[in-house]
């Protein structure tokens, strides 16, 4: 995996590689989800922004159907396939993301040709800042640019959930993939997982003297494992016996009668998903009125919701959150579908050094994994780059 400040010449690599020009490179990135976690399945509100990290992909378009792909990172040699066979269960690694787009194109009944493509991607792998929805996003606007497909941002977004959902086995939500396809520099992206409406809501941490500090504590997670799955399930289960569409009709109000008809454990999943709609406008509205450094008490909330009711949480993260919080950052919580992943501290600039020297002794006290610190701005969303 290369560094964020040193990319490969991915044209350059690409033709020793397959012996030809690349016909263009695009690039998606990462996110961090500020704040709306487990919301977006339930047809809430999430407030991600895409990340100065990205997957970029050189494609070749090819006249036989062939398919070769390879990664300037991972032991993976070159990897190949057929679009007139794209088999879900021999997909391997990384390749499962752009097979997979592929595949899906092919559902909406689009005419995907065979290609070369070489990947690099310098966001972290597994880290919970959506490293596959990355590559998936730079390939799907790789061929929706090749193919003249026309789709809109939503039906990219419909079209790599499908990818995820029914090629990769993973039952995830909408939300990396819109934070990906529809971010923007200084911008989150507070998005109605309703009817997928934006908008772009200004979070210039540094412009507030603030980092937004991600922890990633390499303890590594899997939406495809059982975790993510059965808090879906809760959820669904959840809404089904309070007569709901969604938990996104369930107001704060709803809850003490809630209560009563819920066992205790899907109670509190739906609890956890209630109350973290109502963070997310609230987010929004302190962001819009006074600015970052206001919502650290909402991130703070957010973990808690998610240790203690969604149980998503894991010693590692509460640890980093904790620890972080206990040294000078404003609010902290875990981000992503949980499990493992990463953490993310808002912190003062001035403090920054003793978080990240905190976060690291405590996690040598520990035992655990040196985690690996780094910070992100708000970035532009997935583009053509060549
Ligand atoms: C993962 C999924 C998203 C979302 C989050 C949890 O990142 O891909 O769709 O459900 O978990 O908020």
Sequence with gaps: MTAAASPVNLAGQFSSAFGREPDGIWQAPGRVNLIGEHTDYNE???????????????????????????????????????????EQHSAKGWTKYPLGVMWSLQQRGIDVPGLDLLLDSDVPLGAGLSSSHAIECAVISALNDITGAGLSPEDMVLATQRAENDFVGAPTGIMDQSASLRGAAGHAVFLDCRDQAVRLVPFAAEEAGLAMLVIDTKVSHSHADGGYASRREACELGAEVLGVKALRDVALEDLDEASGLLDDVTFRRVRHVVTENDRVLQTVELLDNQGPS?????????????????????????????????????????????????????????????????????????????????????????MRVA
């Design 294 to 382: 206001s919502i650290g008490a909402l991130l703070d909330a957010s973990h808690v919701s998610m240790r203690d009711d969604f149980e998503i949480s894991c010693p590692e993260l509460d640890l980093a959150v904790g620890t972080a919080r206990a040294n000078g950052a404003i609010g902290a919580r875990m981000t992503g579908g949980g499990f493992g992943g990463a953490a993310i501290a808002l912190t003062p600039v001035a403090e920054e050094q003793r978080v990240r020297a905190a976060v690291l002794q405590a996690f040598a006290q520990a035992g655990y994994t040196a985690p690996d610190l780094f910070t992100v701005t708000p970035s532009a969303g997935a």
């Design 44 to 86: 809430g509100f999430v407030l991600p922004f895409a990340i100065d990290r990205t997957a970029r992909v050189a494609v070749g378009v090819r006249s036989d159907g062939k398919v070769r792909l390879l990664s300037t990172y991972g032991d993976q040699g070159l990897t190949t396939a057929d679009t007139a066979h794209l």
